[in-house]
């Protein structure tokens, strides 16, 4: 497939499947690399094509966040650009699709001060919080892409030359969206199909926990009454189906935020705000991380554990099949959005309402008086692989068989 | 030069004498184009070094222009990203500094259906006008510069390979912008300096009238009582002085709305909203274009005029000598900021208030009577040549020579 027919089915796939853009509605793209830019016009043809009246783009550059990191005056890490975040919710208010693209430097801050990197991100989740609450409700369509750029390519790729690691990226790229495939948009109508039968069978089961047996994992996840299990499609309150992330192979809910015991081992590292975070061991009691450790990037662990009292808490439960398509590329993407649904995983912080029947109309106390967690971040880490189980904990005590040596063990 | 080093010099240049950032400032790019990236990210370095506390960048890509006019509905057209322009005044507002970056591709939009372009830029225009108006008092420090970019480079230097055409454009902006001076900050000081005497000396004239002669040019543009000669620095309303344009070799004023009389061939092609005019022949008569005509893009001049009444009427008249380095250089640059300080030049359109003694805290209707022009639209075109002459036309009706063939003749 030439690189310029691929970019069209890619952002087809994007309009249609992920977004499902309406015709008459506006197409924010609230994120975009500026190197993304050939993918980004594909995208908004794409959008135009399908009706939309105004496709905008918030570009972004990691040169400047470099050039800000090296040479701003270090009591300016609180600054931001509002006009952002205000025009995000603006669109979000409007009823606009919006479309993050992701493709980041795994390695962009690694070298820099911690206390800077730590006021720079709690700044920026601080302001993009209203737009969240928008996104996570869902009242809009949206979704989240990832375009293959230089300093992701070299991440992944670190011994290929720029050129052929760009070509090897987008083609992982491809097969995990399933670009390959004579009709991607169908291929995705089964595949969302099959996700949607699984979690509305572990929404209707409602366990009372799920319990993870792996490599260095003995570990109950409790779950809340009321949880409900999304994955695949979702449906926006302005009545829109879409699909929030390409790819997606997972099925998710929230934990109980006081009910995770045990001890657990990550299946993969974890990318954390340019640095990676290798070999981490957490231990639970009563929902809380008591003990953790890493045999790199320690300090950053801690930092994200310490960014307030929910970030050691966990906000999401995720089970992913080990014979997923992005599994099987034997990849470490250095980007949550692909390595998430390479493994089941976990994530520290906050907690998505829709996870919760009734949960988008909870107070802040309500919520996290059901058990909902609430933090500054959201931070996914794999723990899945081919040697994990998973069972169901039913309210009578008896246990089901959800998944065995990493594969699904029920029929939805 | 290498190329870096290049770079840091122009964002220096920019920093300390287009915008004289001070310490504890923010600093909007209101404007660049993402392939001036290296650029863009050279002057954000110089600025955090100056002492911003934010910068940050509204990216433009003319790829996404081209995929809304080739796809979108034809009746969205009047659709506006308001986020850019609210983020615009809020910066204005707060008193941050503001840089816009050029690098257009003069034909962008030359095979596109001439009505939907003149709603595009209308709307544009509309939505952007708080925020001139801010840039035009001015209540703030703030400047323009161009970036080579490849659509642009291909313009100037059709025959070139696309590597070698971007190193001479540099090439001419560097040397344009005196960065190829030993000290180019010194170098701009001392030629500021000369246009400030130049533009002092006419504003005490006080003449009420131009006069200028030349090829198929046979014009008198009247200038009202109290107008003011701006050039080389301004000084803003919060205090700072600033070189609103890199480079720079004019001295200007407003002309009077309904003052001019004669006829005029431009000297230079006008490349506006993607095509290029070509032989611009004009009659005025009551100040008001009554007559015009053009070899190439004949019906894109008399869109332009017809934007509405004032775009038939004259908002600058604007001195320059034909030694300057830009006019010697014989290039033509397809880009105002170049070409306009390459030649003596007029503007269709909306005129300066600061170039009105009380302008600033006039009602629309005190600055109509003064003889200030108003119109949606501000277009720059030349009329100056090495064959020009000016005179300055007294109250007492006597004439003052100003310039005689293409250069100044007069000492200030």
Redo the contacts between chains.
């Keep these: 497939m030439d690189f310029q027919n691929m970019l069209q089915k890619y952002a087809e796939l994007t309009v249609r499947i992920g977004l499902n853009l309406q015709p008459g509605q506006?197409l924010?793209i609230m994120k975009a690399p500026?190197q993304a830019?050939p993918l980004?016009?594909a995208i908004?043809?794409s959008a135009?094509?399908a009706?939309?009246?105004?496709?905008?783009?918030?570009?972004g550059?990691e040169?400047?966040v470099l050039?800000?990191f090296?040479?701003?005056?270090r009591d300016?890490f609180e600054?931001?650009?509002?006009?952002?975040t205000?025009?995000?919710l603006?669109?979000a208010q409007r009823g606009d699709a919006i479309l993050a693209i992701f493709g980041d430097d795994p390695d962009l801050l690694k070298n820099q001060d911690p206390d800077l990197v730590t006021t720079y991100q709690k700044t920026s989740w601080k302001h993009l919080r209203p737009t969240l609450d928008h996104i996570e409700r869902p009242t809009i369509n949206w979704t989240v892409i990832a375009a293959p750029v230089p300093a992701w390519t070299a991440k992944v790729f670190p011994e290929l030359p720029p050129e052929v690691g760009q070509a090897r990226l987008w083609e992982a790229v491809l097969e995990a969206c399933r670009l390959d495939q004579a009709n991607p948009v169908a291929a995705w109508e089964a595949h969302l199909a099959g996700l949607v039968a699984r979690r509305e069978y572990l929404t209707q089961k409602g366990y009372v926990a799920l319990q993870f047996r792996g490599p260095d994992i003995d570990l109950t996840v409790g779950l809340p009454r009321g949880h409900t299990w999304t994955g695949g499609s979702q449906l926006s309150q302005s009545g829109i189906t879409f699909t929030p992330n390409l790819p997606t192979e997972e099925v998710f809910t929230l934990p109980h935020a006081a009910e995770t015991e045990g001890v657990l081992a990550a299946s993969m590292p974890l990318s954390y705000l340019g640095s990676l975070i290798e070999d981490i061991h957490l231990t639970f009691a009563g929902g809380r991380v008591v003990k953790a450790s890493a045999t790199q990037g320690e300090a950053v662990l801690n930092r994200l554990l310490d960014t307030d009292e929910g970030a050691r808490r966990l906000g999401e439960v995720a089970l992913v099949p080990h014979s997923s398509a992005i599994a099987q590329s034997g990849l470490l993407f250095y980007e949550s959005l692909f390595d998430e649904n390479a493994a089941s995983h976990l994530a520290l912080g906050s907690a998505y309402r829709f996870n919760l029947a009734g949960g988008e109309t909870m107070s802040d106390d309500e919520f996290a008086a059901a058990g909902g967690n609430t933090s500054l971040v959201h931070v996914d880490f794999m723990i899945g692989s081919g040697e994990m189980d998973v069972d169901g904990i039913r309210e009578d005590g008896a246990t089901e068989p959800l998944m065995r040596t990493g594969e699904w063990a029920f029929e939805a």
């Design positions: 506006r924010l500026i830019a980004v016009r908004a043809a135009y094509q009706g939309a009246r105004l496709v905008d783009v918030m570009w550059d040169g400047l050039a800000r090296r040479h701003a005056p300016s600054e931001y650009p509002t006009w952002r205000d025009g995000m603006a669109s």
